[in-house]
């Protein structure tokens, strides 16, 4: 199978769906962001610390990672189309998970009572990167309100969800660090 096609040459795309737009329109914006953040994952999950706790940080990690697959399809898939009976939406349940997941996390950390920078182990770096750019794609998610490319409700469930992932990407930074032995940067005034 060739890797290349061609039919993007001319500044269009494919949907899901489908249908054939601009490459720099929102949803492209918007799930391309997805894609970028599910790589900076995989850096994430390439640079943890050679210990024991870290296989369960990977199995979460691999969990966030197909997740996001499944959001990059439903900013892909165009309302009422099709192909939405072949879609996972991302609801309650997925980002309920992800409130549990911080919550264990950070019961395992010491009590936060400054900001910190973002850095120390690689893949603490790694983790503060993917926040931020967590929250670049719920901005691009954002803008797709009122388009009608989407239900609003589904848009919500996305944003929610980004949103619960750029807080688990803070305590997985600073868990990171601890798991690799790094004192988190404070902020000094």
């Given at each position: 199978m060739k890797i290349y096609t061609g039919t993007g040459?001319?500044?269009?795309?494919?949907?899901?769906?489908?249908?054939?737009?601009a490459k720099n329109d929102d949803r492209i914006e918007a799930y391309g962001t997805i894609?970028?953040?599910?790589?900076?994952?995989?850096?994430?999950?390439?640079?943890?610390?050679?210990?024991?706790?870290?296989?369960a940080v990977k199995d979460k990690i691999f969990r966030i990672q197909s997740d996001l697959f499944r959001v990059g399809a439903m900013l892909a898939t165009t309302a009422d189309s099709t192909a939405c009976a072949y879609l996972h939406p991302i609801g309650?349940?997925?980002?309920?998970?992800?409130?549990?997941?911080?919550?264990?996390?950070?019961?395992?950390?010491?009590?936060?009572?400054?900001?910190?920078?973002?850095?120390?182990?690689?893949?603490?770096?790694?983790?503060?990167?993917?926040?931020?750019?967590c929250r670049r794609s719920e901005r691009r998610i954002t803008a797709l309100l009122g388009k009608n490319h989407l239900p609003e409700d589904s848009i919500i469930c996305l944003l929610t969800y980004i949103n619960r992932l750029s807080d688990f990407f803070f305590v997985l930074a600073r868990y990171c660090n601890k798991l690799a032995g790094v004192e988190d940067q404070v902020l000094h005034k």
């Open positions: 040459d001319s500044g269009k795309t494919s949907l899901f769906s489908g249908e054939r737009i894609d970028e953040l599910n790589s900076i994952i995989g850096a994430i999950a390439a640079a943890l610390p050679s210990v024991s706790e870290a296989e309650k349940k997925d980002f309920r998970w992800l409130e549990e997941q911080v919550d264990q996390i950070q019961l395992q950390l010491p009590e936060l009572k400054a900001f910190i920078l973002p850095g120390g182990h690689t893949s603490a770096s790694w983790s503060h990167v993917a926040r931020t750019v």
